[in-house]
């Protein structure tokens, strides 16, 4: 198997912060785009006393945090803070100590690794110092480490370089001899670790033997245990079943999974390992290059990263740095940057390292995906339908690309099963477009006086009692006058995906309410007549009146499944207004329609059909319709399109239950596209479709006579393509 290859050219993007899809209107995820600098000193952990005004203090003070921090992290598993926080406490400390060398001093944590090994497990020393990697931000910087290079090499010609993914998880050193698995032990304080022998050995990606008929006398290798990202949350799931808590990370997950007395947790953990590194070796072969060494390791039936490649220049290397920074999630498990090391192995004796990090190796980090910061409160907001969502206010943080000042929740199980407080010290997640989460709070930092957080019992906006209806997650405000409500309808009446009426934003639609210009979507269409109020507002200009208006007047016409999902009627999405249009074919059909007539639409479930009939059921609702229709809106929609004769000249026969259709749902289904239907099986059948509980000679005649059998998802499948 080869496993490293050449990298062709990798075009990357860098990541941008996006706006959070999917959020209901009035839903508290607010984050803007802002470069990291300057944020980086943004750490959540008390700042700097105000006296610190000279760099002997500052980094006096900066360094037993960094201890502090180093021993949250490799002894106890528990950091509080975020490794951007930590990197950047650390590079404060670098850059103090570079400019001031009286302020600098041997024994500072820059110039060692990790934490000393805890007393749990017995203490290995490594058979080589176990080193950590120094890091670059961004290209400047990875120019810089290769200018340094060359500078002490004195080379001009490219550097041959090889490109590793960074794994989140914890440093592994694992000693073979004579082929056998002998002993594992973590990095410690880098001279000396902790012995996990035993806990490791569980791991099944970790070989017990070495696949090779040649074994080194004594072979060492270093790597990652890692969890992957579904391990991690199938592990928290049943945390939060078993009342634990649970992890806030895969890294912290691992390492907690990693730290256990008895093996045989750690083996229920499913831990993994990639290998990226030959520590010390006797009575193997030589290598000339890094690359050859993983080669090696392979050969011997180590897990080596398959994403590795050599590439012959350093524009190779930032084309890969930043294609990972685009591609980071699609990976299975957690990197937090790219490692970059000189292939040459004559290059790096040369180069050495420094007291804690080699020069032939650096590690571009990827921009925190996790940051610390200070939760303010709690909050709950009003959505269009009612539902009560509680969110958190923060002390604003650059985190996955963007500052998140807000973070949704979701209900008041999710607060209780977070544990989250005003005061807290929270830990923030944002990775890529996904909505930026609270994982948790660091425990250590939670001020004593801190209150447990309750769900209030009123609505914040109206006043009204909110309700949590049994067997739900939510609370609600039943209030339909409520106008925190009345708000996000408005708004949701004028987005895109249902009347799309420009100029009907959240900034107007609040101006308009709190004008007295609107109190609800049907006053949408009384807006043209009072054109003269609209003037006498500051900011509008006859042109934004006569757009607005213009806009107004044009969503009369939008299609039935455009105004459906407008409503505002609870489940009602895009798919399903689209669903009810074609089905019903006119609004007044659909209200007129009881729960049964719409659960018998294909696709749509007894929740969503009882939750429609119970929209139009109610008075306010059909006042609402009357209105809308007397400003004439659109209420007609398309007539059901025949389906594509996808199946003519086919016979298809049914044989037991199918979950989406009924026995005559499924019939009507084929033949609807031209295909024949026939209760038995014979040589004319093209296929047989089967469901639960199939009739035994039905199926047997199909195997008989060689005819095909689908199951429903093939059989939907055929519908929609035919064969
Ligand atoms: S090489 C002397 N390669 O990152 C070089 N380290 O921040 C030693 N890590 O302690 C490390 N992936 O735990 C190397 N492909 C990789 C890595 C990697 C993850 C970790 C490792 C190391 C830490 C340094």
Redesign the pocket.
């Known amino acids: 198997m080869t496993i490293l290859r050449k990298a062709d050219s990798f075009v990357g993007v860098t990541a941008a912060g996006r706006s959070e899809p999917g959020s209901e209107p009035g839903t508290p995820t607010r984050t803007s785009t802002r470069t990291p600098t300057g944020q980086r000193g943004a750490s959540a952990s008390a700042p700097a006393p105000a006296s610190e005004t000279d760099p002997f203090t500052r980094a006096t003070h900066l360094r037993a945090r960094i201890e502090y921090h180093d021993r949250r992290y490799h002894q106890l598993d528990d950091p509080e803070i975020s490794d951007a926080d930590y990197d950047a406490l650390t590079r404060e400390l670098r850059l103090i100590e570079a400019s001031f060398p009286e302020a600098d001093d041997d024994s500072s944590p820059t110039r060692s690794v990790g934490a000393p090994a805890a007393a749990q497990f017995s203490a290995v020393e490594h058979l080589q110092p176990m ?3 120094d890091n670059v931000f961004g290209w400047e910087e990875l120019q810089q480490w290769d200018g340094r290079n060359r500078k002490i090499m004195g080379v001009d010609a490219a550097f041959r370089y090889v490109v ?4 989140d998880g914890l ?1 592994m050193s694992i000693v073979y001899r004579d082929g056998e698995y002998t002993r594992s032990a973590t ?1 410690g304080d880098g001279r000396v670790g902790e012995d996990v022998s035993a806990n490791v050995s569980t791991i099944a990606a970790v070989p017990k033997r070495l696949t090779t008929d040649t074994p080194p006398r004594l072979m060492e290798v ?1 790597g ?1 245990v890692y969890m992957p990202r579904q391990a991690f949350v199938e592990l928290n799931d049943r945390r939060t079943q078993a009342g634990e808590p649970r992890f806030a990370n895969p890294r912290n997950s691992a390492a907690g999974s990693l730290r256990q007395k008895d093996p045989r947790v750690t083996a229920s953990r499913e831990l993994s390992f990639w290998c ?2 030959l520590g010390a070796l006797d009575g193997g072969p030589a290598f000339a290059r890094h690359s050859d060494t993983l080669e090696f390791l392979s050969e011997c039936g180590l897990p080596v990263n398959p994403e590795t490649v050599v590439v012959d220049s350093l524009d190779a290397v930032y084309e890969r740095c930043r294609h990972w920074q685009e591609h980071r999630h699609d990976l299975p498990y957690d990197i937090d940057g790219i ?1 970059i090391k000189l292939d040459d192995l004559t290059h790096r004796n040369e180069l050495g390292s420094t007291s804690k990090a ?1 020069r032939w ?1 650096t ?1 571009y980090k990827l921009p925190p995906e996790e940051r610390t910061t200070l939760l303010t409160d709690i909050q709950v907001s009003i959505g269009r339908t009612g539902r009560a969502t509680p969110f958190a206010v923060l002390q604003p943080v650059f985190v996955g690309g963007s500052t998140v000042a807000m973070a949704t929740l979701h209900n008041q199980d999710q607060v209780r099963i977070k544990d989250v407080r005003p005061g807290d010290t929270v830990i923030v997640r944002k990775a890529g477009d996904v909505i930026p989460e609270v994982l948790g709070p660091v425990l250590s930092l939670r001020p004593a006086d801190a209150p447990e957080w309750h769900f209030p019992e009123d609505c914040p906006v109206c006043g009204q009692r909110l309700e949590r209806p049994e067997n739900e997650s939510d609370h609600r405000c039943r209030n339909i006058a409520c106008p925190a409500q009345a708000f996000a309808r408005i708004v949701h009446f004028g987005s895109r995906g249902a009347m799309d009426i420009e100029g009907l934003g959240e900034k107007s639609a609040g101006l308009f309410i709190e004008q007295g210009l609107l109190n609800d979507v049907g006053d949408v269409y009384t807006l043209a007549q009072r054109a003269d109020e609209l003037r006498a507002l500051d900011r509008y200009g006859e042109t934004s009146i006569a757009n607005l208006l213009a806009a107004i007047e044009g969503s009369k016409s939008r299609p039935l499944g455009n105004l459906l999902v407008g409503l505002n009627i609870r489940h009602v999405g895009s798919t399903m207004g689209q669903v009810l249009a074609r089905a019903f074919s006119s609004l007044d059909a659909l209200a007129a329609a009881s729960a049964d007539d719409i659960a018998a639409v294909e696709g749509v479930g007894s929740t969503i059909a009882q939750s429609v009939a119970a929209w139009f059921a109610d008075e306010d609702n059909r006042e609402l319709i009357e209105r809308l229709r007397s400003a004439g809106v659109n209420f007609v929609g398309p007539a059901a399109p025949a389906n594509p004769q996808t199946l003519v000249g086919v016979s298809i026969v049914v044989t037991g239950t199918l979950a989406g259709f009924t026995r005559e749902g499924a019939e009507e289904a084929i033949t609807s596209r031209g295909g024949k239907c026939p209760s038995s099986v014979s040589k004319k059948t093209t296929a047989v479709v089967v469901g639960e509980e199939p009739g035994a000679s039905k199926l047997n005649k199909a195997i008989e006579l060689g005819i095909p059998v689908l199951d429903e998802a093939a059989f939907v499948l055929l519908l929609e393509t035919g064969l």
């Open positions: 080193m950590s990697l590793e993914l960074k794994i440093a990095r270093r990652e990226y590194q490692v080699p190796a590690a």
